[in-house]
């Protein structure tokens, strides 16, 4: 069997707010994601998953364990090598106003990601936004941030991220606060985009049923701790802990996986 695309061992991570106060954000976490998986990670909020996610794309350093992105440890590569792996991962954040520069164009912002990949044309700037259905592309180009509505930033940070071709995203809550109709385009046009490229996630998220409707397999969090992780169709309705039980009373019904999601116009 090949090795996992990623590969979090053993990983810790602990905040000091003073010398006496410490909070234990991730506890000798380990996780996999193979090559075409997609893996949610799910939990509470202050259950450690952001900082997890900030660890395995190499934005926070861990205080003991290491991440391996393609059988290569993170922390064992530098300069050009370290760039190159981090070009295989991208992630997309929950707050595309944040996320985006509001000083650069649509334009701006994808081809400083296609350079990556020496391919920073507008010819190919204009396929990313029509792959992530702002179409037509040319027309947003010269669209700054504030000149698009929240879904349409979305989208924009979704086609940045995959500028660099790369073979793992990082998802963290990239639907909350989006309201239904928003929420289920960009649900569909993660699927959309799994289905053409054959790319793995890792989906961080509260929201028990997207993890249900697009995940293989489920890692749930508790206290910076994993207390079960399994296929998403066994720990959604079979769970064996007792927190994961409870997280699932907390929502109303957990629906099929893969249901059909209501669609509305694309350039919202």
Not at 12 to 28: I, L
Not at 80 to 85: G, N, Q, S
Not at 188 to 199: M, V
Request: net charge positive; aromatic share 2%.
């Amino acid at each position: 069997m090949s090795a996992p695309l990623l590969e979090i061992q053993d990983v810790s991570k602990t905040f000091r707010r003073s010398r006496r106060e410490a909070v234990h954000a991730v506890r000798s976490v380990s996780l996999t994601v193979a090559a075409g998986e997609t893996v949610a990670l799910v939990g509470e909020s202050g259950s450690g998953k952001s900082t997890l996610g900030r660890i395995a794309l190499g934005l926070l350093a861990p205080d003991s364990g290491r991440v391996v992105v393609e059988g290569r440890a993170l922390h064992e590569l530098a300069g050009a090598e370290l760039r190159r792996a981090r070009t295989r991962m991208q992630p997309i954040f929950q707050d595309a106003s944040a996320a985006l520069n509001p000083r650069r164009s649509a334009r701006e912002h994808l081809l400083q990601a296609l350079a990556t990949r020496d391919c920073a044309t507008e010819r190919e700037a204009v396929a990313l936004l029509h792959s992530v259905g702002l179409q037509p592309g040319a027309e947003y180009l010269d669209r700054f941030p504030h000149e698009l509505s929240g879904g349409q930033r979305q989208r924009l940070t979704i086609a940045r991220a995959l500028a660099p071709q790369p073979r793992l995203i990082v998802a963290d809550e990239p639907l909350s606060g989006a309201d239904v109709s928003i929420r289920g385009q960009i649900l569909n046009l993660l699927l959309d985009i799994k289905q053409a490229t054959s790319i793995a996630y890792l989906l961080i998220t509260h929201d028990i049923s997207v993890a249900r409707a697009f995940c293989d397999r489920v890692a749930v969090m508790m206290r910076g701790e994993i207390v079960e992780t399994g296929p998403a169709d066994r720990v959604l309705t079979r769970p064996e802990h007792e927190y994961t039980r409870r997280l699932l009373a907390a929502v109303p019904a957990v629906p099929a996986r893969r249901a059909p999601i209501a669609q509305a116009p694309q350039n919202n």
